[in-house]
């Protein structure tokens, strides 16, 4: 596992586990956010710009330091457009 920020972009990741800090988790949870759940990094911007995620069919940007928090897994290498956004919500 590997934090979000550390992730290559343009993977389908899967979400293991983030921390519940300050609430995070229930925050993370009504954006789409949930563990189990499949993303796709989009783009993480230079010099402590946001990380951006697809989730669902919508783009997420969040800060590095929560993205920092979230543990990820890569599940493949390659996707399409199509492929990242027919993944059912769980």
């Known amino acids: 596992m590997i934090s ?3 992730a290559p972009c ?3 990741l899967e979400i293991k586990s983030f921390a519940d800090s300050f609430g995070w ?3 993370l949870e ?3 956010i949930r563990k189990g ?3 796709r990094k989009i783009a993480c911007q230079p010099f402590g710009g946001p990380v951006v995620i ?3 069919g919508c783009c997420v940007s969040m ?3 929560i993205a920092s928090k979230i543990d990820v897994e890569v599940v493949s290498e390659s ?3 199509k492929e990242a956004t027919s993944e059912p919500m769980r």
């Open 37 to 39: 759940q499949r993303v």
């Open 4 to 6: 979000l920020t550390k």
């Open 63 to 65: 800060g590095r330091g």
């Open 79 to 81: 996707v399409s457009q």
């Open 10 to 12: 343009n993977l389908v």
């Open 25 to 27: 988790a229930r925050r």
């Open 54 to 56: 697809e989730v669902g």
């Open 30 to 32: 009504s954006m789409g």
